[in-house]
């Protein structure tokens, strides 16, 4: 396979290293104007000569605001694409994106590679025999100096909205949403309570912490669960289960990609409709 990669910050290299180590790939092409290192793959320095290059898919790691006019030139060379999350500023931008993948006949994965995480999928596969009550989560980091185009609900809380849907498969019926400003522009602390069709859920995300904590406590009728998302661990009645899937979250969610773009059709990744349900809760209501 050809795969493109656009944008080469922080996340953009994460990906890089991934799709290096993926033996499915045969040519990794680069495109970032403002990235001045040298990489042992095709890099331009040129977008219209990169989207010529007749890729299988192309994954875009890109600040968001950037995301919708980068992606809407994609569309029109490249039928698999992955976005990186937040998929885009607000709800008007991926309705956009929605019809034009659409218009185009486009794949679109969206990049929430939290489902990915090897505690997460260990569990979602234990829930087939139990049933969720509540579920709590809690991901705390310090403040980030790369972000300056979203707030932590855009960098941290859409991770956990869509863990909430993924984990229960239930719709959210009603959400409230408390923020506070301890830095300039963007919310920087947010606590989040969602009620589900048979589940209450509730999410403590900051970007104030000293340290990273990345946590879920669920409640089920068998068994009590508790995830540590950094260290992919998982404990069920607080005894370690070590029999865990193996792949790095952003490897498997390449799989996921690289199975979409193949068969048409992917498990797990998330899609632009999965982006949209995150949007309406956030643009729902906040205090």
């Not at 875009?60 to 976005?83: E, S």
């Not at 087939?128 to 991901?139: G, K, T």
């Not at 408390?178 to 900051?206: Q, R």
Request: charged share 25%.
């Amino acid at each position: 396979m050809k795969i493109g990669l656009i944008g080469l910050g922080k996340m953009g290299k994460n990906h890089l290293r991934e799709l290096e180590r993926n033996l499915k790939i045969k040519e990794i092409h680069l495109y970032d104007p403002f990235c001045k290192e040298n990489f042992n793959h095709f890099t331009y320095t040129n977008f219209e000569d990169f989207l010529k290059q007749n890729l299988d898919g192309v994954i875009i790691a890109t600040p968001t605001h950037t995301h919708l006019d980068i992606a809407l030139k994609v569309f029109t060379q490249t039928k698999n694409v992955l976005i990186e999350k937040p998929l885009a500023l607000n709800m008007d931008e991926i309705l956009i994106l929605e019809q034009k993948a659409r218009e185009n006949k486009v794949r679109v994965g969206v990049g929430f590679c939290e489902r990915f995480n090897p505690a997460v999928l260990t569990l979602k596969e234990k829930l087939l025999e139990d049933e969720i009550i509540s579920i709590n989560i809690q991901r705390i980091s310090p403040y980030p100096q790369r972000i300056n185009d979203v707030g932590v609900l855009g960098d941290l809380s859409v991770h956990d909205i869509d863990l909430v849907r993924f984990l229960s498969q239930e719709q959210i019926l009603k959400a409230n949403i408390y923020k506070s400003f301890h830095h300039d522009k963007f919310e920087d602390e947010v606590m989040i309570s969602l009620k589900l069709e048979n589940i209450l859920a509730n999410i403590h995300d900051s970007w104030n912490g000293q340290c990273i904590i990345r946590k879920i406590n669920l409640l089920g009728k068998k068994y009590s669960y508790e995830l540590d998302l950094k260290n992919f661990e998982l404990f069920i009645n607080m005894q370690k289960n070590s029999n865990l899937y193996y792949d790095t979250p952003l490897y498997a969610e390449h799989e996921a990609f690289f199975e979409l773009l193949q068969n048409g059709v992917s498990k797990n990744l998330a899609s632009i409709e999965d982006a949209l349900k995150v949007q309406e809760i956030l643009e729902s209501v906040s205090l």
